[in-house]
């Protein structure tokens, strides 16, 4: 099999050029008690205040602003459990394409609710039963319209990179960077900004502990699929890295780390008390990794990405009580 090939640094200032003035330049925070838990000086890069609530827009428009007029004229397609779905529909509302989002038919009510309001039009399947790509191959042959993966995608990684990149220009080279996983986008992205701007930094990738495939295939050295998993992490919940993501963690990754459920719901909780923030489970895996250390960080510089805070506000509700 051909090696497909892989974006670099340069495809990811790129993607920031592109997304200047679109892009909200999302803060990064600080917290003395995060720093006294950790022992550590630790950097939030804070995506839960990004443009539908998620790192996931940079990815998206930067794809969609890469399509040539006819593939605009075709309209795009994707999957996804929602933060992604979000993505592509404001992101196409905001150029002119019409989106079509397959999401399963247990993803948050907030998510498909603000999905079908940027535009999307959703079509719905059984995340446990049937095959999301399956799907997508089904509607892409109908409509011809260009499929825009979540994370499988030069130009989705390359824009998701440009959430690291801020972090390492705002506040210089860290000893060490936690990205949360689910298919990889995010994390080969970051990887790759880590790579050119802070050389000696340690990236980390984090997983739920329910749907580890990522760790399981950087030690086996392959790509290992597993069964959906159930986790409060449903951005995580996929099935297998992809072709590109992989050999970009492989390479630049240094190693892959899981947090189980409960920790998720401590680290929202510290979120919501102690800096005032929603966080979505997702986007509390990195942070879980370094405030329940998973990963000894003390003395060091820390950057941790939170990478969404789309949450149902009723499920939130009883987690935090929980």
């Known amino acids: 099999m051909q090696q497909p090939e892989l974006p670099s640094y340069d495809d990811v200032v790129r993607a920031s050029e592109r997304l ?17 838990v950790a022992g550590a000086q630790v950097f939030f890069k804070c995506e839960n205040f ?32 929602g933060n992604h779905a979000q993505a592509i529909a404001l992101a196409s509302r905001l150029q002119g394409v019409q989106a079509t989002i397959i999401m399963p038919l ?30 997508a191959r089904r509607i892409q042959a109908e409509t011809g319209a260009t499929l825009i993966p979540p994370y499988d995608h030069a130009d989705v990684i390359a824009g998701q990179g440009t959430a690291a990149k801020e972090l390492f220009e705002e506040v210089g080279e860290l000893d060490y960077l936690f990205v949360c996983l689910g298919g990889g986008g995010l994390l080969s992205g970051s990887a790759l900004s880590a790579y050119a701007l802070s050389p000696r930094c340690l990236v980390y990738g984090v997983e739920p502990e329910a749907g580890n495939d990522g760790q399981q295939s950087l030690r086996k050295g392959e790509i290992v699929r597993i069964q959906a998993p159930k986790t409060l992490a449903d951005g995580a ?22 947090v189980k459920d409960e920790q998720l719901v401590s680290t929202m909780k510290f979120f919501a008390e102690r800096m005032k923030m929603v966080v979505e489970p997702t986007g509390c895996l990195a942070a879980s990794a370094v405030l329940q250390n998973v990963v000894p960080v003390r003395g060091a510089r ?21």
């Open 20 to 36: 200047a003035g679109n892009a909200h330049r999302t803060p990064v925070l600080t917290s003395a008690t995060a720093n006294a």
């Open 50 to 81: 990004q443009r539908m609530g998620a790192f996931k827009f940079r990815g998206g428009y930067n794809a969609i602003a890469r399509l040539t007029p006819g593939q605009r004229a075709a309209g795009v397609l994707t999957f996804s459990s």
């Open 106 to 135: 247990d993803a948050p009510a907030a998510k498909r609710a603000a999905t079908e309001g940027y535009g999307g039009k959703i079509v719905t399947y059984d995340r446990y039963t049937e095959d999301r790509e399956d799907i």
């Open 237 to 258: 919940a996929t099935t297998h890295l992809g072709h590109l993501t992989f050999p970009l963690i492989q390479k630049y990754v240094r190693d892959i780390v899981t």
């Open 302 to 322: 820390v950057g941790v990405i939170i990478s969404g805070g789309n949450v149902d506000l009723a499920s939130y509700a009883r987690l935090l009580a929980s």
